[in-house]
């Protein structure tokens, strides 16, 4: 559609959003589509803009009608309806609102009888949007431009082409032709079943018919782009890896790590792909919105989320590659074989995938050393139980109807708090051989259907150990609060003379309403005389919503100190009183190794997030603030393991967020930290690189990157002199210490035209996307104001070749990486708010994020500024105005966080003899031994 009648449909959609029913009636069953595109040789060129199509409609109707109601965004020319006994006649009514293609008919349909509606149109290709069916370029080595159509239907976008009942219940087989021009290459779900020259130098390619699926499933893309094939799945199912034929070479590490995940799933599911699926194919996308998309046998990514250079990819993204293929092959069987009823339940598609990208990836050969089953913890456990603190915070299972609403459906919750709740599941409740067993069920009894929470709890019900479930209840009771209601409890430890209490509250950042609250909450813990417990994740009690608490009767049994929720197994937070926790952090500081690594990435994570519901008058403020947080992180000097230091390093961040990390505080904060970071520093020096060891790799690149930031000086001279080498002598930056010499060069450049030019002219050398993106971090991390509004200029500059997928990402890098940052964005915003709004749709919205990360009194005068330019829309000034009442709200917020800071180091200093806290010493005093004379 042209972009005059996109933003009317936007304006339409808001202001009626609450007044049209978005849901198809259940009277229509579709059973098959035979859809014929045609796509013209001037598609190919940038000449024309449209592709022509038909769609033949085989359905049948569950009750007496005179109406057939489906989806469409094109052009309808014509449309007949075809019966048993003939055409019947039939009128034709569209709803820009709702994207309903009514039909009426002159006859009544009976069920029991099929039927034929066929339909003629055309369309225009999405050119921004990258939904529906649309259009991305490249450039050739040869420097001109490639043309490419290509498809991202999921949610709700199959209906740009073709005319469909697009919701995922609604499944039917596909037959799909493809007329396109000689020497390009489309690719399908599935293989081709003919290909005929036609007039005019096309080719009419057709494919063999689906399996039964949901229309969001269905892909195809026309292209230049050549193939690897690997090995096969099984015997007659290949499997391929696609892209620009310049990035061949990138293929390799896909093409090698697709089969033995997708023999790992089988292993799982006990349901091999090729039974529904005769291939599989994978797709690198240049211009692609989503990270990766599981259409069925066609699976698309950004080239980012499946090409990988042995030379230049760093760890990271290695790490992300495989993580992303495994998400996107597990949705083969959780949504695409069996597929959530409706958006309402995205979590039982995306739940499960971002649960086995991990674990399925743990148990294939090639990651088994990766310690997947750890970064699930910090990656998605700890995101998952931050997003879901807030009152407003989204259920798992919630209403949506329009597609905000369900585009919203696809964020933290479904993918991170679904996956979490799964892993708590089988790990507390059934155990993994009977979570496995309750999922083949649940897979098997749904096949090729749409199902709800209810489905799966039936099935995995009937493999739970009736003894792990609270006396007299069910599964289905034990989730009902996980999955119908938001949030999550925080479970209260403390000591009564030999006994422990148990009790529960909500955890959220602010006071609000349902802080009430309660959850089945499955309790684990471990003792100090039994530290081999950690590995024991089975639940040993119950917290219900029915008791006040629960006593552990001679519950510490002589041991100094207990730890609940092993291996941070359930989806809660842990709090200890005073007595506890003293003993637990003195524990930590005698020999830490005796706690299971993830409960201390878990306290840490806890703790930084009890001072922040403190600060916002949530969970416990009289009881938490900063200062206690530091006193749990002094005994870090110890750690060198890379969670704890995640879990750090992420509180540290908010942190510094809040307080700046140029304000007196924050460099007082920093140097803190970089005493404490002595021995783990060490452990990863710029000289000892082992690609070869996936998590040192990572915890190289994250402790290097924040010691460097924190204005270690050896560290940054170090960068500087790489990335010098680099820049004099051509000498390659090591791929895991490019993202810290490049931001740290460029941070603390005495030559920052030279360096930044020299940067910029390494991006427009290299087509590798992770390189990329590397490089716009570094340019991003720059303190030259000028310099940063001429990066973020660049974004809506074709010249330029930042791709619009790519633009939130360079803003949130200059605007995160310091108060120059910050300046930098919303003086440009300011300067080129015209331009910027005519080029980019959402300029409130990164009004009100680039706003978060305000500070200071003297950065209010900046949205003084933007609200005061005469040409601003009176949406985005009222936007302003409240981003203003946030940013001073938090400057009072950081008051109180500094004097924290303050007062804490003040203390640290007395109590350490007077000693001073430099950034350019790692000097640790023996009296820091002593640490427990100001424990709790």
Known sequence: MGVSRHLLLIFISVSLAYSQDYRLPKTVSPSRYVVNLFIPHEVFTGDNTTFEGEVTMTFTVTETTSQIKLHHRVNVTNYTLVGEDGDIPVTGDYNLVTEFFTLNTSTNLTPGFSYNLNIIYHATFESTAMRGFYTSTYKRKNGTTAYLVTTQFQPTSARHAFPCLDEPQYKAIFVISLTYPEGLTALSNTNTKSMITVDGGYIKSTYKETTTMSTYLIAFIISEFTCTEGDSIASGVPHRVCSRVEEVEERKFAVEIGPPLLRSLESMTGIKFGEYMPKMDQVAIPDFSAGAMENWGLVTYRERGILYNEEDT?????????????HEFTHMWFGNLVTCKWWDYTFLNEGFARFYQYFASAVTQQFVDWQLEKHFVVEQVHTALLADSTANAQQL?????????????????SYNKGASIFRMIETNIMGSSNFVYGLRDYLSLNQLTGTEPQDLWTSLAKFVPISNLPAATTLETVLENWVEYNGHPVVKVSVDRNDIVLTQERFLFSSEQNSERTYYVPITYTLSNDTSKFSNTTVKTWLTPKEESVILKEGLNNSSWIILNNRQSGYYRVDYDDTLRNNIISQLHSNHLVIDVLNRAQIISDAYNFAKAGRTGGYAPEKWNFRKVFKVLTYLHHEVDYFPWYATIIGNNDLL???????DEGKLFTSFMLNLMKEVYSTVPFETLDPNNQVYSMKQALILSKVCQYG????INNAKKIFAEYREKGTKVPKDLKTTVYCNALRYSDDINGDYQFLWKKYTETDLSTEILTIYL??????????????????IDEAAGIRVQDFTTVWSYVYTSSKNGTNAAL???TENYAKLNDTYASVGSLISTIASYIYDEDQLEKLDDLANIEIISDAHKTIVEDAKNSAITNIKKAKTLKEDVRTFLEEYERENGGTKISKSSFAIVAAFLLVQKWLF
């Open 778 to 795: 570094g340019l991003g991390c720059t303190q030259d104001i000028t310099l940063l509004k001429q990066l973020l200029g660049q974004t």
């Open 712 to 715: 270690e000086k050896t560290c």
């Open 827 to 829: 003086e440009y915003i």
């Open 397 to 413: 299972t919630s209403k949506c109807a329009n597609s905000t609403e369900v585009s919203a459906k696809f964020g933290t919750i």
């Open 657 to 663: 967020t809040h307080i700046g990390y140029d304000s």
């Open 314 to 326: 760093s760890a990271i993204y290695k790490k992300n590659l495989a993580l992303v293929v495994a």
